[in-house]
Antibody, heavy 118, light 106 residues
Framework: EVQLVQSGAEVKKPGESLKISCKGS????????IGWVRQMPGKGLEWMGI????????RYSPSFQGQVTISADKSISTAYLQWSSLKASDTAMYYC???????????WGQGTLVTVSS | SYVLTQPPSVSVAPGKTARITCGGN??????VHWYQQKPGQAPVLVIY???DRPSGIPERFSGSNSGNTATLTISRVEAGDEADYYC?????????FGTGTKVTVL
């Protein structure tokens, strides 16, 4: 079974750094793109960026370029999303998802809730 | 940037048909994918390549795409179909999600 398992919920203060993870299993991790999607409370889905773990080729949405860093460690089949200095406006649910043979995303991870509050 | 517009809400009685639209400039030239998101859960792919269904998705879910509008149709609606639905396309370099539609089963 293809599965993406994300790290647990985080509570952070503004200015702190954070790295959340997404571990893939049940398929060749290096052969599929992994995307990250933000969902702010009560809002819709926003594509943040995508990485190809095979060679770490990474693309960012203009809205998130420079705000986050996406990386991957293919030796442990894990993709990451990180912030160097969190803001209250980063409070959201973050999902990773595998891009299929086309441009769709399936499956999705269970989500990681990030809360940034002083 | 490319914009996908969906109606905020659609209400439908059980057993009836729900149609959710996704508007975009010449969207008919792109491949459209649809996701269902129930409260507190991650999105689930229900339609890809405009009208294909992943395994495990009921035949009641179907899709079409032409001109400036793509449509997700849910036939014989059940209470369990109550959820938010999002369309999605790939626009050259970027992935774009629609604004989302909340389907309420009356």
């Amino acid at each position: 079974e293809v599965q993406l398992v994300q790290s647990g919920a985080e509570v952070k203060k503004p200015g702190e750094s954070l790295k959340i993870s997404c571990k893939g299993s049940g398929y060749s991790f290096t052969s599929y793109w992994i995307g990250w999607v933000r969902q702010m409370p009560g809002k819709g889905l926003e594509w943040m960026g995508i990485i190809y773990p095979g060679d770490s080729d990474t693309r960012y949405s203009p809205s998130f370029q420079g705000q986050v860093t996406i990386s991957a460690d293919k030796s442990i089949s894990t993709a990451y999303l990180q912030w160097s200095s969190l803001k209250a406006s980063d409070t959201a649910m973050y999902y990773c998802a595998r891009q299929g043979q086309g441009s769709w995303f399936d499956p999705w991870g269970q989500g990681t809730l990030v809360t940034v509050s002083s | 940037s490319y914009v996908l517009t969906q109606p905020p809400s659609v209400s439908v009685a059980p057993g009836k048909t729900a149609r959710i639209t996704c508007g975009g400039n010449n969207i008919g030239s792109k491949s459209v994918h649809w996701y269902q998101q129930k409260p507190g859960q991650a999105p689930v792919l229900v339609i890809y390549y405009d009208s294909d269904r992943p395994s495990g998705i009921p035949e009641r879910f179907s899709g079409s795409n032409s001109g400036n509008t793509a449509t997700l149709t849910i036939s014989r609606v059940e209470a369990g179909d109550e959820a938010d639905y999002y369309c999605q396309v790939w626009d050259s370099t970027f992935y774009v999600f629609g604004t989302g539609t909340k389907v309420t089963v009356l």
